[in-house]
């Protein structure tokens, strides 16, 4: 990069050129040593900074000793108060700080070390809750109302995450007989759901428990692997995905264009299903769709009755004890094909 510029030494306008050059700059205790920008005159060879960007060398070098000491950059310093949606002067009362000291740190001033770990604390909102309690006669009451709700709704959804994560978790076994050598995926099982309900609109809970059953024990039977990775038990009504309904709420909580309705039919309630989108066929492959396709013809004309009807037949079924998991070794029987 070129351009043209007074020199203070040739007292004219000259071209100046961009050079580096390595250069030690005290930084607290330490010498930190940066390739320096600066900008050279054709003519006479004075160094000029860039008039544009004069701090740059001093940032750099004070970037570098972050690094080193593993002190926040400036922008990490904004991201932690606009996570919060606090004004630096909110900020700086929180904090015990005045707001000039702050402002100077979100400007690329370096911080002080004992400042810095309780700005790397207060990424953590539990810890930014226990800080406003503590300063909260720096904040006017509305001031302490507004941010103590936004802050302890932040740590409730985070929570709620981490349950979200751990239920999940749950579901995914070693590759086995029982997950048909297959791990589990979330993403994928809404979409086989949605795949069915899109093109099924009268799916009630058996119904589609029994979709995924026949889809996984199907695919096994071609592939040698299941489709959902998902564990089936013997109950009553047939092969159930175990722990049923903690995977129901999972995936309703997770999608909401996934929809279940309770209807009443005068001798009980139904679970009704419906997909207000349909899947999403990148995450299969050619012969998952060619599985999904055959069970979709294959059970959609029937009814729940019906369709615990089929899957009594099956020898995965009648050999299995009840509220044991059902092995896909069982699958190779499968009537279907
Ligand atoms: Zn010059």
């Not at 203070?8 to 320096?36: A, G, H, M, Q, W």
Request: proline share 3%; with cysteine.
């Amino acid at each position: 990069m070129a351009f043209e510029h007074f020199c203070p030494e040739c007292l004219e306008t000259r071209r100046f050129e961009s050079i580096f050059i390595e250069e030690d700059y005290p930084v607290k205790n330490e010498v930190i040593t940066i390739d320096s920008h600066y900008y050279k005159c054709n003519e006479c060879g004075e160094l000029i900074l860039d008039p544009e960007n004069e701090d740059e060398n001093y940032v750099n070098a004070y970037n570098e000793y972050r690094k080193r000491k593993n002190l926040l950059f400036a922008e990490e310093i904004v991201e932690i108060r606009e996570k919060y949606d606090i004004s630096q002067r909110q900020m700086a009362k929180i904090l015990g700080w005045s707001h000039a000291t702050l402002s100077r740190y979100e400007t690329g001033a370096l911080q002080s070390q004992s400042h810095n770990n309780e700005l790397v604390l207060l990424q953590d909102p539990v810890n930014m809750l226990k800080i406003i309690e503590r300063n909260k006669d720096n904040l006017t009451k509305q001031e302490y109302d507004r941010i103590k709700s936004k802050v302890k709704t932040m740590i409730v959804d985070h929570s709620s995450k981490s349950l979200y994560t751990v239920i999940e978790n749950s579901f995914i076994t070693e590759p086995s007989e029982y997950n048909g050598f297959t791990t589990f995926n979330l993403e994928k099982l809404i979409n086989v759901i949605k795949y069915f309900l899109y093109r099924d609109s009268q799916v009630y809970k058996v119904k589609l428990m029994k979709y995924l059953w026949f889809t996984d024990f199907l695919h096994f039977k071609n592939w040698t692997v299941s489709l959902t990775g998902l564990r089936y038990a013997k109950l009553p009504m047939g092969p159930v995905p175990d722990n049923y309904d903690m995977l129901i709420s999972l995936i309703l909580n997770e999608d909401k264009l996934i929809n279940r309705e309770y209807i009443d039919f005068g001798n009980g309630q139904g679970e009704l299903f419906t997909a207000f989108e349909d899947f999403d066929s990148s995450l299969f492959t050619e012969e998952e769709i060619k599985t999904l396709e055959i069970i979709s013809k294959f059970l959609q004309p029937h009814n729940s009755r019906s369709v615990s009807e089929l899957s009594h037949k099956e020898l995965a079924w009648l050999e299995t004890r009840d509220r044991e998991l059902i092995t896909y070794k069982y699958a190779e029987q499968l009537s279907l094909s």
